[in-house]
């Protein structure tokens, strides 16, 4: 693209995620001596089991719920059956259809369509027998319908379907990848006009057409019809893939592109089967009110946070595996004191005074902090009035020293010294805070510019050993989560300890199955404490990233996922390793160069604009080449973003609007020169 400049884009897809690709092993057919249940049920048996892995062969129960029918509840409260809408795309002698049909009896309304004329059909070889039984059973069988103009056929178009089934799409004779791959998103594009909004589409390809790790063996991504990326076109994310077993449904024939006698090649094959995601769209604009004392503070959230605000996954009644595991911890911490947690929540917003940021450490770094322009401040008992509400920039970055009056808190341990400060505060026992906390941070994929938190506070003699103890209660609690929640996948060392001497006090830095800084135990600075011998112990634990270590949770965004079927995941009170919902997504690659003046760019900034511009999409930013003019002074940067959505279907086509997109707003928000 000329208007990309020096940009490259690549198209690749992201590694396999063990946790998440878990194939359905095919089901052996009973032997016919063995068995006295009637055909109709046993091919049913098998269609289960093969067409549709949403429902493991295991768990399936025939009287409790049907593949082809939905429970609803009528007026009484009686569950009632409604039939299932099912749409068969592109068939030849329509065996696929009537081993559908005979299966699932009256529980489907069966549409099926074939690409030829129906003169044309009816010369295949057992196409007019089929024909006949499926419009017997009632069945409509339409012909010439063209599955990317789906809306085209008045009988399609006012109806919505629970389930469309493509078995082996293809364009015909020699057509290339790029032919089919159009087929494909064409197909996608069609088939989201007539899918209901909870409706799944099933793709049956030939064994390495799909451009998944899944194929076996793989193909090079650019010699495969790169099914997930073209689905991801018309905003269907791929959910599951099982072997497609050709035996396991009688009398099916696969009759090959225009009912030639060179029929696909079906073994190996594998059924894809999509849904819909939630869009990728900007969010919108979050104005929040803050109390501090008797100061109430009206101000905009950092547009990078819209999504991280008021998401309550530590209450009460929370299902999030962040809320999950802090109980968990909490159960298990065998501390030899007594522990009362902070039911009052702390206000998210501080207001800065000298030293204040110091208890935090490093976390509590300047640069770090969200800092507030608040957009108007009212106090008790005196009319409002507006504080700098023209002066709000889009970016809520670090301001000058003068305009850091609020922010937004980067650690708890920002609460650590109010605390203990407190009436209620007593030594000899451990006082227990949650909450969400903020930090500018650069785009990774192990660092989040909001997540939750775990502080535990106490006031101990020295010569208890506090840390120690510490230590070993983490340590056991960890462990202790661990078996609840097993982790097939987990590697590395469980807990470990690093001591830090950086600092007025010496800390411990908790390591966690090789993620180097989950948490830290340390010592509040001397300022007073409510005893001369007693001193104030603090330890944090990043609830966030400990949650996807223990549940197998591939992406730290995924805690942050809007989309219903995360956290339904976690609704069982059985504790389960996180299965992703969404499949291999396609990732895709943008650099981007500059000219900067050094002493007055901050990356962070960048960062920051990359999360606004993408919405979170952007899993990695790397920097891959710096150069810097020996004459000029100034510094040329050239940056790889890798777009990819964990939750959501991303097409190459947004991605490249958002790269866009980017490189206008970079000589606007942070006055470089774009190379």
């Given at each position: 693209?000329?208007?990309?400049?020096?940009?490259?884009?690549?198209?690749?897809?992201?590694?396999?995620?063990?946790?998440?690709?878990?194939?359905?092993?095919p089901?052996?057919?009973?032997?016919?001596?063995?068995?006295?249940v009637?055909?109709?049920?046993?091919?049913?048996?098998?269609?289960?089991?093969?067409?549709?892995?949403?429902?493991?062969?295991?768990?399936?129960?025939?009287?409790?719920?049907?593949?082809?029918?939905?429970?609803?509840?009528?007026?009484?409260?009686?569950?009632?059956?409604?039939?299932?809408?099912?749409?068969?795309?592109?068939?030849?002698?329509?065996?696929?259809?009537?081993?559908?049909c005979?299966?699932?009896?009256?529980?489907?309304?069966?549409?099926?369509?074939?690409?030829?004329?129906?003169?044309?059909?009816?010369?295949?070889?057992?196409?007019?027998?089929?024909i006949?039984?499926?419009?017997?059973?009632?069945?409509?069988?339409?012909f010439?319908?063209?599955?990317?103009?789906?809306?085209?056929?008045?009988?399609?178009?006012?109806r919505?379907?629970?389930?469309?089934?493509?078995?082996?799409?293809?364009?015909?004779?020699?057509?290339?990848?790029?032919?089919?791959r159009?087929?494909?998103?064409?197909?996608f594009?069609?088939?989201?006009?007539?899918?209901?909004?909870?409706?799944?589409?099933?793709?049956?390809?030939?064994?390495?057409?799909?451009g998944?790790?899944?194929?076996?063996?793989?193909?090079?991504?650019?010699?495969?019809?790169?099914?997930?990326?073209?689905?991801?076109?018309?905003?269907?994310?791929?959910?599951?893939?099982?072997?497609?077993?050709?035996?396991?449904?009688?009398?099916?024939?696969?009759?090959?592109?225009?009912?030639?006698?060179?029929?696909?090649?079906?073994?190996?094959?594998?059924?894809?089967?999509?849904?819909?995601?939630?869009?990728?769209?900007?969010?919108?604009?979050?104005?929040?009110?803050?109390?501090?004392?008797?100061?109430?503070?009206?101000?905009?959230?950092?547009?990078?946070?819209?999504?991280?605000?008021?998401?309550?996954?530590?209450?009460?009644h929370?299902?999030?595996?962040?809320h999950i595991?802090?109980?968990?911890?909490?159960?298990?911490?065998?501390?030899?004191?007594?522990?009362?947690?902070?039911?009052?929540?702390?206000?998210?917003?501080?207001?800065?005074?000298p030293?204040?940021?110091?208890?935090?450490?490093?976390?509590?770094?300047?640069?770090?902090?969200?800092?507030?322009r608040?957009?108007?401040?009212r106090?008790?008992?005196e009319?409002?009035?507006?504080?700098?509400?023209?002066d709000?920039?889009?970016?809520?970055?670090?301001?000058?020293?003068?305009?850091?009056?609020y922010g937004?808190?980067?650690?708890?341990?920002?609460h650590a010294?109010?605390?203990?400060?407190?009436?209620?505060?007593?030594?000899?026992?451990?006082?227990?805070?949650?909450?969400?906390?903020?930090?500018?941070?650069?785009?990774?994929?192990?660092?989040s510019?909001?997540?939750?938190?775990?502080?535990?506070?106490?006031?101990f003699?020295?010569?208890?050993?506090?840390?120690?103890?510490?230590?070993r209660?983490?340590?056991?609690?960890?462990?202790?989560?661990?078996?609840?929640?097993?982790?097939?996948?987990?590697?590395?060392?469980?807990?470990?300890?690093?001591?830090?001497?950086?600092?007025?006090?010496?800390?411990?830095?908790?390591?966690?199955?090789?993620?180097?800084?989950?948490?830290?135990?340390?010592?509040?600075?001397?300022?007073?404490?409510?005893?001369?011998?007693?001193?104030?112990?603090?330890?944090?634990?990043?609830?966030?990233?400990?949650?996807?270590?223990?549940?197998s949770?591939?992406?730290?965004?995924?805690?942050?996922?809007?989309?219903?079927r995360?956290?339904?995941?976690?609704?069982?009170?059985?504790?389960?390793?996180?299965?992703?919902?969404?499949?291999?997504?396609?990732a895709?690659?943008?650099?981007?160069?500059?000219?900067?003046?050094?002493?007055?760019?901050?990356?962070?900034?960048?960062?920051?604009?990359?999360?606004?511009?993408?919405?979170g999409?952007?899993?990695?930013?790397?920097?891959?080449?710096?150069?810097?003019?020996?004459?000029?002074?100034?510094a040329?940067?050239?940056?790889?973003?890798?777009?990819?959505?964990?939750?959501?279907?991303?097409?190459?086509?947004?991605?490249?609007?958002?790269?866009?997109?980017?490189?206008?707003?970079?000589?606007?928000r942070?006055?470089?020169?774009?190379?």
């Amino acid at each position: 693209e000329p208007c990309v400049g020096r940009e490259w884009q690549q198209l690749r897809l992201c590694p396999p995620v063990p946790a998440c690709a878990r194939l359905c092993p095919p089901v052996p057919a009973a032997p016919p001596e063995a068995t006295t249940v009637p055909d109709s049920r046993r091919v049913w048996d098998q269609i289960v089991a093969a067409s549709c892995p949403l429902l493991r062969a295991e768990e399936h129960q025939p009287d409790e719920f049907h593949y082809f029918n939905v429970k609803k509840m009528d007026p009484s409260g009686a569950a009632v059956r409604a039939p299932r809408e099912l749409l068969l795309l592109g068939e030849g002698n329509f065996s696929f259809s009537t081993a559908l049909c005979l299966a699932a009896g009256d529980g489907a309304r069966i549409t099926a369509t074939s690409y030829h004329p129906e003169d044309a059909t009816l010369q295949q070889d057992g196409a007019a027998e089929n024909i006949q039984q499926l419009r017997d059973s009632g069945v409509e069988v339409f012909f010439e319908v063209d599955c990317t103009r789906l809306t085209d056929y008045e009988a399609l178009a006012q109806r919505q379907f629970d389930c469309i089934i493509f078995n082996f799409p293809h364009c015909g004779r020699k057509a290339g990848v790029k032919k089919n791959r159009s087929l494909l998103a064409k197909f996608f594009l069609s088939c989201a006009q007539v899918l209901r909004e909870t409706g799944e589409v099933h793709v049956a390809l030939c064994n390495g057409q799909g451009g998944t790790p899944a194929d076996q063996p793989i193909r090079e991504w650019h010699n495969s019809w790169q099914a997930v990326a073209m689905a991801a076109e018309a905003g269907f994310i791929l959910s599951e893939i099982c072997p497609f077993d050709n035996a396991s449904f009688r009398g099916y024939r696969s009759t090959g592109y225009r009912s030639q006698d060179k029929s696909f090649h079906v073994e190996g094959a594998l059924t894809h089967i999509f849904t819909r995601s939630l869009p990728c769209t900007s969010s919108q604009s979050v104005h929040m009110e803050a109390q501090l004392g008797r100061e109430s503070i009206c101000f905009e959230v950092p547009e990078e946070l819209n999504d991280c605000i008021n998401r309550n996954f530590l209450g009460k009644h929370s299902r999030h595996p962040v809320h999950i595991l802090q109980e968990l911890l909490l159960r298990d911490l065998r501390s030899p004191w007594p522990m009362q947690r902070s039911e009052s929540p702390l206000p998210e917003l501080f207001r800065n005074s000298p030293g204040l940021l110091q208890d935090c450490g490093p976390d509590g770094s300047p640069s770090k902090v969200f800092w507030i322009r608040p957009t108007e401040t009212r106090t008790e008992g005196e009319e409002g009035r507006d504080s700098q509400a023209a002066d709000i920039s889009a970016n809520d970055g670090p301001q000058d020293g003068t305009t850091k009056g609020y922010g937004l808190r980067p650690s708890l341990l920002l609460h650590a010294r109010e605390i203990s400060q407190c009436l209620d505060f007593s030594p000899g026992i451990l006082h227990v805070l949650s909450g969400t906390v903020f930090q500018r941070v650069l785009v990774s994929k192990t660092t989040s510019p909001a997540f939750h938190q775990l502080l535990l506070v106490g006031a101990f003699r020295s010569d208890a050993q506090p840390c120690q103890l510490l230590q070993r209660c983490l340590e056991a609690a960890l462990a202790a989560a661990e078996r609840v929640a097993p982790n097939g996948a987990a590697v590395g060392q469980p807990v470990s300890f690093k001591r830090e001497l950086g600092g007025s006090e010496p800390q411990l830095l908790v390591s966690f199955r090789g993620l180097p800084k989950v948490g830290q135990i340390g010592v509040l600075p001397a300022q007073g404490g409510p005893s001369p011998d007693l001193r104030v112990y603090t330890a944090t634990l990043n609830l966030d990233l400990l949650a996807c270590q223990v549940f197998s949770i591939p992406d730290w965004r995924l805690l942050w996922s809007r989309d219903p079927r995360f956290q339904a995941h976690f609704l069982h009170e059985e504790l389960r390793p996180f299965c992703s919902f969404s499949l291999y997504p396609p990732a895709y690659s943008h650099d981007v160069s500059f000219w900067v003046e050094p002493e007055s760019f901050d990356e962070l900034d960048f960062h920051a604009l990359v999360r606004q511009v993408s919405g979170g999409t952007v899993r990695e930013v790397a920097l891959v080449d710096r150069f810097r003019h020996p004459h000029m002074g100034h510094a040329s940067l050239c940056y790889r973003l890798t777009y990819q959505a964990c939750d959501r279907a991303l097409s190459y086509s947004q991605a490249l609007g958002m790269q866009l997109q980017l490189r206008k707003l970079l000589p606007q928000r942070l006055q470089v020169t774009l190379r």
